[in-house]
């Protein structure tokens, strides 16, 4: 069983740059996708960015593309999301998640594994 761990999160002005992060233990995620999701009070969960195993694989949101950075360590265990010129609109719990296979149309109860969550709030 592998649990995940999200960590990084916090509150930055407009514009601002904040990078989170997810652990991975318990097992290995070398062999599984990794995706960012996100959730607010009054918006459904969203992926924002998803990255396959081996890190050469890579897909975006819209609102999020060119702002965002997806990354993967997979001798750490890791996985990152570097978020730059932040917005308002970013504001919201970040949670990353886990699967086999790498599809931007994956259903979320198809991801096993999934984070408590991070806050990220950007506010002037």
């Known amino acids: 069983q592998m649990q995940l761990k999200e960590s990084g999160g916090g509150s930055v002005q407009p514009g601002d740059s904040l990078r989170v992060s997810c652990a991975a233990s318990g097992r290995t995620a070398s062999d599984l996708a990794v995706g960012w999701f996100r959730q607010t009070p009054v918006k459904a969960r969203e992926l924002v960015a998803l990255?396959?195993?081996?890190?050469?694989?890579?897909y975006y949101a819209d609102v999020v593309s060119g702002r965002f950075t997806i990354s993967r360590d997979n001798a750490k265990n890791m996985v990152y999301l570097q978020m730059n010129n932040m917005k308002p609109e970013d504001t919201a719990v970040y949670y990353c998640a886990a699967r086999l296979g790498f599809s931007k149309y994956a259903e979320e109860d198809t991801y096993e594994y999934w984070g408590q969550g991070t806050q990220v709030t950007v506010s002037s």
């Open positions: 990255i396959n195993f081996r890190g050469d694989a890579t």
